[in-house]
């Protein structure tokens, strides 16, 4: 079995990328920080004796994308699972102070990437008779909150696409999951605060959130259901949250 995770050089695409080398998976590891993906790769590799491919990419750039598809060995090529992860915030406020910069990179990432991702893989998988595609929306993508407005509208376009896709993939036998995740601590709050480690840090102040091991074990378990199986979509937040505005902090 072959899964292909994109965002696996930090938090939710990297713990997947273990979990599922745990499990006896080969797998294919994305990101834009080659560093990291060599160091991850020689340690799934040694760790689990499984098979890794690494591809350096940058979401964003189709011509990247299209080029890092190209180059995969035949071997690689049957891919059962995509892990659309790569994603991130960046800044948080009002709509009209908006940076056009972290606007453009949100869309960009979140929402085209996805797309360019799904449209290289999506045909291999129909060529092969059979995949499952799973999609990493978030709890903003089901409910707003103050100042998240693009990346929300990001979230909820995830959202629109991954029911959109199901349908368009039924016929051929390929499965459509979203997970999409309340407030998690891995490298999300130091992105969108732009390496404020201080302001990163306060978003996790007196709650215990989910952590980046929680969310690789919803993705193994929705993606290794009976064939007959499909899970649509999960949401799941930390105990401590209720909502994109309510949580307990103690
Ligand atoms: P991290 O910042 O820890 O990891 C993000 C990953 O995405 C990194 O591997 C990064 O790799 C990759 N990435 C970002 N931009 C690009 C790009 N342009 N091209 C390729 N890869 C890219 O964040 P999380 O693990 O928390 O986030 C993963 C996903 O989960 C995102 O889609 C996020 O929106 C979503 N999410 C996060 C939540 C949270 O609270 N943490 C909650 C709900 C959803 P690199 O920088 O090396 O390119
Ligand atoms: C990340 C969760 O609530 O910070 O998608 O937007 S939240």
Redesign the pocket.
């Known amino acids: 079995m072959i899964v292909f995770i994109t965002g696996a050089t930090a938090g939710f695409g990297k713990a997947t990328a273990e979990l599922f080398a745990k499990n006896g998976y080969n797998v294919i590891v994305t990101g834009r920080r080659k560093d990291r993906l060599d160091t991850l790769s020689a340690e799934l590799k040694s760790k689990y004796k499984v098979d890794v491919l690494s591809l350096c990419f940058d979401v964003r750039h189709l011509s990247e994308v299209q080029s890092a598809i190209a180059s995969i060995p035949p071997k690689w090529k049957k891919i059962d699972i995509l892990v659309n992860n790569a994603g991130l915030?960046v800044g948080m406020g009002p709509i009209q102070e908006g940076v056009i910069d972290d606007w453009e990179q949100m869309i960009d990432t979140n929402v085209k990437g996805l797309l360019y991702m799904t449209r290289s893989i999506a045909p291999m998988m129909i060529e092969n008779g059979k995949g499952h595609i799973v999609n990493i929306g978030?709890?903003?993508g089901k409910e707003v909150?103050a100042n998240?407005n693009v990346?929300?509208a990001s979230?909820y376009a995830v959202d629109a696409l991954n029911k959109c896709m199901r349908i368009d993939l039924l016929p051929h036998g390929i499965k459509v999951t979203a997970i999409n995740?309340?407030?998690?601590e891995t490298e999300?709050s130091i992105v969108r605060f732009k390496g404020d480690a201080e302001r990163a840090k306060s978003?996790y102040k007196g709650l215990n959130p989910l952590t980046a091991e929680d969310i690789a074990d919803t993705i193994f378990w929705a993606a290794t259901r009976p064939a007959h199986v499909n899970i649509l979509d999960i949401v799941i937040t930390a105990a401590a949250q209720a909502n994109?505005t309510n949580f307990i902090r103690h």
């Open positions: 915030a978030s709890i903003a909150y998240g990346y929300c979230k995740p309340g407030i998690a999300f978003v994109t």
